[in-house]
């Protein structure tokens, strides 16, 4: 019994080495890893003295036939040799997929948070304009007319507190005003400066808006 026991340890330490330098000719020809072989091998060895557990568990007498019949030595060896090579297609497949799956969510996390960081900028100036202020922004003086700001200036910053939406895009700015939208574009960098307007970039493009201060601004415009 005990050279049975020792015969069928030999063949499952065999038999796991054999099977870690199958996989590592196989999987690991353009690695730089030196501690490549040696982890196959520990692997392989591994999982072929797992065959007789995994037998047990099947209820398959084949240990004992061995002892009647010397040749199921030979299924017994595939079966190791089976094991230790796939253990080795077995971690590295289920490593793969855990990180591809890491990557995904990753990237399906950045996604969420540039869509939050877009939907707050584009929420802030509506929360900014129908929220009472207890207090001006500022240092609490009265507004007073800019001088610098030139016709077309101020032609937009009326037209941006004259409509109904909160965000306008240039054209529209440009077809109110009655202006070039190179024009338009100018004044709205002047009103931005000031910052008396502000700009989003949402699913539709760029939008501006009156801030609190162009909003108060605007007002002595009316």
Known sequence: MGNHIFILAAIMLVSGIFGGLINYYQMNQNTSDSGSLPRCIVIGIGASFLVPVIL?????DLILEIQGDPSRLLIYTGFCLIAAIAARVVIVNTSDRILREATLARAQSEAAQQELRVLRDELLPLVEAETEQDAPLDDGTTPELDADL??????????LASERYTFRSLAGLSRQVGTEETATGKALAQLSAKELVGKVSGLHGIRWYLTEKGRRMADLLV
């Open 56 to 60: 047990d568990f099947v209820n398959s």
């Open 150 to 159: 030139d016709e077309t200036a101020q032609k937009t910053l009326k037209s």
